[in-house]
T-cell receptor
Framework: DQQVKQNSPSLSVQEGRISILNCDYT??????FLWYKKYPAEGPTFLIS?????DKNEDGRFTVFLNKSAKHLSLHIVPSQPGDSAVYFC???????????FGTGTRLKVLA | SQTIHQWPATLVQPVGSPLSLECTVE??????LYWYRQAAGRGLQLLFY??????ISSEVPQNLSASRPQDRQFILSSKKLLLSDSGFYLC???????????FGPGTRLTVT
C-alpha cells in the first residue's frame, strides 16, 4: 500500500514559468512533510518542509502548500530555472516514529 | 557543520557474495540513522533505521542486515547477495530534535 503518492512521473515546464509538483497521502496521522530534490547518482537534497499546523511555507523560489482535508501537498517553484531539472520526492512522517515514507518521485524538466 | 560519508561509491558484486556498505556522520552526536534503497525507476524504500547504538529497526524483510557499532557509524550488510539487491543505496541522518533528514552521496550496487 503506497501511503505517499506522486501520480505524475514527469513534468515539463518552460523556463521562467511556475512548476507545480503534487503529492497525495493516505495516512491522516502524518504531520510533517518534506520535499527533496535529487540529481542522478547523487543523494537527495533537502528543499523545504511543512508541519501540519501550517498550510504554507515559503523559502525563496520554493513554496509548499498543505491541504490537510484533502491529504494533499504541492511544491511550487517560481520562476523555474533549467538547474531545477531533477527528480523531486515528497516524504511524510508521523511524530515520534523517526521514519519517513517517500513518494515515487516526479521528474521535472525545465526547458530553456 | 555536519557531513555524511558513504563508501564505496560504486560496487559490482557477484550473486552469493557478501556485502558491507559503510556510512559515517560527522559534526553531530546521537543522530538517527537510516538506510534506503532506490531501485531503478522507483522511489526511496526505507530499509533500516536506528535511534541509538545497537538499536536497529527493520522495515522490509530481506537478506540484508544493519548494524550500528558506534554512535555515528551505520553499516549495511548481506551474507549472500541476490540479483534483486541491485540498486542505489542511500544513508541518511536526522537530528533528534529536528525532522529534516540529510542524505549521503549514495552507493550504486550492481549484483551480477
Amino acid at each position: 500500500d503506497q501511503q505517499v503518492k506522486q501520480n505524475s512521473p514527469s513534468l515539463s515546464v518552460q523556463e521562467g514559468r511556475i512548476s507545480i509538483l503534487n503529492c497525495d497521502y493516505t495516512n491522516s496521522m502524518f504531520d510533517y512533510f518534506l520535499w527533496y530534490k535529487k540529481y542522478p547518482a547523487e543523494g537527495p537534497t533537502f528543499l523545504i518542509s511543512i508541519s501540519s499546523i501550517k498550510d504554507k511555507n515559503e523559502d525563496g523560489r520554493f513554496t509548499v502548500f498543505l491541504n490537510k482535508s484533502a491529504k494533499h501537498l504541492s511544491l511550487h517553484i517560481v520562476p523555474s530555472q533549467p538547474g531545477d531539472s531533477a527528480v523531486y520526492f515528497c516524504a511524510a512522517s508521523e511524530s515520534g516514529t523517526y521514519k519517513y515514507i517517500f513518494g515515487t518521485g516526479t521528474r521535472l524538466k525545465v526547458l530553456a | 557543520s555536519q557531513t555524511i560519508h558513504q563508501w564505496p561509491a560504486t560496487l559490482v558484486q557477484p550473486v552469493g557474495s557478501p556485502l558491507s556498505l559503510e556510512c559515517t556522520v560527522e559534526g553531530t552526536s546521537n543522530p538517527n540513522l537510516y538506510w534506503y534503497r532506490q531501485a531503478a525507476g522507483r522511489g526511496l524504500q526505507l530499509l533500516f533505521y536506528s535511534v541509538g547504538i545497537g538499536q536497529i529497526s527493520s522495515e522490509v524483510p530481506q537478506n540484508l542486515s544493519a548494524s550500528r557499532p558506534q554512535d555515528r557509524q551505520f553499516i549495511l550488510s548481506s551474507k549472500k547477495l541476490l540479483l534483486s539487491d541491485s540498486g542505489f543505496y542511500l544513508c541518511a541522518w536526522s537530528g533528534t530534535d529536528k525532522y529534516e533528514q540529510y542524505f549521503g552521496p549514495g552507493t550504486r550496487l550492481t549484483v551480477t
